[in-house]
């Protein structure tokens, strides 16, 4: 089965654009998860995409947003882009059940480096 | 919150070394409990898990147990080895949203 894909690998973005990012879950996923890593803030997690309802949602301001397609797959954008926002932001999907325990699955991820 | 604390990293060790790296966490409610490794320019990998107290999540020599009275979940590996290096999250689950901790950083030397 394939896994977690996510487009595109890198990207550069200039301060003020807006960047539209992509991922594609494991076959049969029905939850898509975003997460930006960052050196000096870690891992946090962004939103949750579950069914095409964002079901739930992290501290990042409104700039970050998603949406998910009824294959499952899903786009995160971010507008007016800040060079804090340099990073490298995590897809991660799980099961069809969408339950609170389930496994997380993550893609490669996708480097954006705001210039 | 959600919270979980790592060691502070980080960790050098020689091949066949005993690893263990500590991991801590507070939550409200029965947390999942998991840890990720992550090599360099890649993404997250699943090492292993574990969803209820007492039980013992193991994987490629390496194991954790959920330790409810201590609210711990110590990585442990017998015998490292120079491709163990890398980066390792402890991380737990409520509600579908995934909390991580810093990250350890451990390079295994031959």
């Known amino acids: 089965k394939a896994g977690v894909t996510q487009t595109p690998r890198y990207l550069i973005k200039t301060r003020g654009q807006q960047v539209t990012l992509s991922c594609s879950p494991i076959s049969g996923h029905r939850s898509v998860s975003w997460y930006q890593q960052t050196p000096g803030q870690g891992l946090q997690f962004l939103f949750e995409y579950f069914s095409e309802t964002q079901r739930n949602k992290g501290n990042f301001p409104g700039r970050f947003s998603g949406r998910q397609f009824s294959n499952s797959r899903s786009e995160m954008n971010v507008s007016t882009l800040e060079l804090g926002d340099s990073a490298l932001y995590l897809c991660?999907?799980?099961?069809?059940?969408?339950?609170?325990?389930?496994?997380?699955?993550f893609g490669p991820g996708t480097r954006l480096l705001v210039l | 919150g959600n919270s979980v604390t790592q060691m502070e990293g980080p960790v050098t060790l020689s091949e066949e070394a005993f690893l263990t790296i500590n991991c801590t966490y507070t939550a409200t409610g029965y947390p999942s409990l998991f840890w990720y490794v992550q090599y360099p320019g890649e993404g997250l990998q699943l090492l292993l898990k574990?969803?209820?107290?007492?039980d013992k999540g193991s994987n490629k020599g390496f194991e954790a147990t959920y330790r409810k009275e201590t609210t711990s979940f110590h990585l442990e590996k017998g015998s490292v080895q120079v491709s163990d290096s890398a980066v390792y999250f402890c991380?737990?689950?409520?509600?579908?949203?995934?909390?991580f901790g810093q990250g350890t950083i451990l390079t295994v030397h031959p």
């Open positions: 574990a969803t209820k107290a007492d």
């Open positions: 991380a737990l689950t409520l509600y579908g949203k995934l909390t």
């Open positions: 991660a999907s799980s099961g069809n059940r969408g339950g609170p325990e389930e496994t997380q699955y």
